[in-house]
DNA sequence: AATATAAGTTAACACTGTTAATTTATATTC
DNA sequence: GAATATAAATTAACAGTGTTAACTTATATT
C-alpha cells in the first residue's frame, strides 16, 4: 500500500500499473490480488487511511476552541489546509474520478467519518442557535461543497491567475459561514 | 464526434475504447487517428463544442432578467445544471487533471470564456450596489469555487447519501449569495 | 519424514491506445 | 479514357493493461 499510494499521487492511478506497483516491492504482480481483490480495492484501501488522518485532524483541531463557529472556521480551514498540503493524495481521494462503484460501503468507512466531524460541529452550532437554517445534513453538504470546490481548484488550475491562495480560503470560508449564520 | 459524446457520456470516457467507437461509427480504429491526435485530443474538441453552448446559454439566461442578482443566480444555476447534464464533459475540463501542454489552452477556452460571463454579472451586482465587498475577482472566484464543489461532488460521489439534490444545489446558490450580500 | 497449508510465480487471455506499412477510393492531369 | 497523384481507410503489429487459473515453492503442522 506504501508503494502503491506513493506511485498513485506521483504518476496518477491510470498511470500506475500493477506491474509497476509489483517491481517497485520485488514481488510478481499477481501476488497483489492475493491480499486485494483488484486494482481499485487497493486504492479503496488507501484512501480509507487518508480520510481517517483527515478526520483525526479535524477532531484534534476542535479540541482547541468552545464556540462552536470558532470550531466550525477552524474545522473548515484545517480541510483545506489538509488538502493543499497533500495536494497529490487529496487528489486521488476527492477528486480522481472513481473508477466503479468504489465508495458502495461509504457509509461504514473512514469517509463518513470525515464528514461526521463537520455535521458534529454544524449540529452544535444549531444547538446554540446560531445558524439560520437549521437542517445539518443540508447545511454540512453545502459547506462540503464549498470547501471542496476552492481546494481541488486551487490544486488543479495551478495556473489559472487566481488571486492569493489565502485571500481566497478566506474568502470563500467568509462567504459560507456569512450565509449561514443567523 | 456524435458517437463518441453519446458513449462517453453513457459509458463513461475510460470505459469506451476506440474500437467501441469505430464500430458504432462503421469504420476501423486507426481512422479516427486521422482526424485526431488521441483518445485525449477527441474528448477535448468534444468538450470544447459543449462549453461553447454553456458560455452561450448563460449569456442567453442573462437576457432574461434586467435585475443583477436575479441574474447572477439564474446563470450559477445554470452552470451547476449544465455540468449534472454533462457529467463526462464537465470532468475531463474542470475535474480530470489536464496535461501541461493544454493549460495555456484554458485561457482561450469556452470554458475560460464561461467564467467571464459570472465575472461579468459580480462587476453588474457591484455597480449597483448591491455586495458588501467590491472586489470582482475575489468575489467570481469564491463564487466560482462553491458551483464548481456541489457539480464536482455531484458528479463524482454519486453513491455518498446526497440530500435531493435540487435542494443541495439552491442551498449553495441561496449560502453563496446571502454570504456577498451587502 | 510426511503431509497440509500458505505464499508466490508463470503462462495465458482478452483487452487497451497507438504506430507504420499497405491497400483502396477519389481526384487531377495528360 | 489511361496514367498518375492524392486522399481516405485498413490491416498487422507493438507494447502495454487488468486479471484468472494452474502450477511451484516455502513454511507450518502432524
Given at each position: 500500500m506504501d508503494a502503491a499510494r506513493e506511485m498513485f499521487v506521483a504518476e496518477g492511478y491510470a498511470n500506475v500499473s500493477m506491474r509497476k506497483i509489483a517491481d517497485k516491492i520485488g514481488y510478481s504482480a499477481t501476488t497483489i490480488y492475493l491480499y486485494f481483490k483488484d486494482k481499485n480495492d487497493l486504492l479503496h484501501q488507501i484512501c480509507e487511511q487518508t480520510f481517517a488522518r483527515l478526520a483525526q485532524n479535524i477532531k484534534a483541531i476542535y479540541m482547541l476552541s468552545d464556540n462552536p463557529l470558532e470550531k466550525l472556521r477552524?474545522?473548515?480551514?484545517?480541510?483545506?489546509?489538509?488538502?493543499?498540503?497533500?495536494?497529490?493524495?487529496?487528489?486521488?481521494?476527492?477528486?480522481?474520478?472513481?473508477?466503479?462503484?468504489?465508495?458502495?460501503?461509504?457509509?461504514?468507512?473512514?469517509?463518513?467519518?470525515?464528514?461526521?466531524?463537520?455535521?458534529?460541529?454544524?449540529?452544535?452550532?444549531?444547538a446554540a442557535n446560531l445558524l439560520k437554517v437549521n437542517d445539518v445534513e443540508l447545511i454540512s453538504q453545502t459547506l462540503w461543497a464549498g470547501i471542496h470546490g476552492v481546494t481541488s481548484l486551487l490544486i488543479q488550475h495551478g495556473n489559472f491567475p487566481f488571486v492569493e491562495r489565502e485571500r481566497l480560503v478566506d474568502s470563500v470560508i467568509d462567504t459560507l459561514i456569512a450565509g449561514i449564520k443567523a
Open positions: 477552524s474545522g473548515l480551514r484545517e480541510y483545506i489546509h489538509f488538502g493543499l498540503k497533500h495536494p497529490s493524495q487529496y487528489e486521488i481521494v476527492f477528486i480522481t474520478p472513481l473508477p466503479v462503484n468504489i465508495e458502495s460501503d461509504f457509509e461504514a468507512s473512514n469517509g463518513r467519518m470525515a464528514f461526521d466531524t463537520l455535521r458534529t460541529v454544524i449540529t452544535e452550532c444549531i
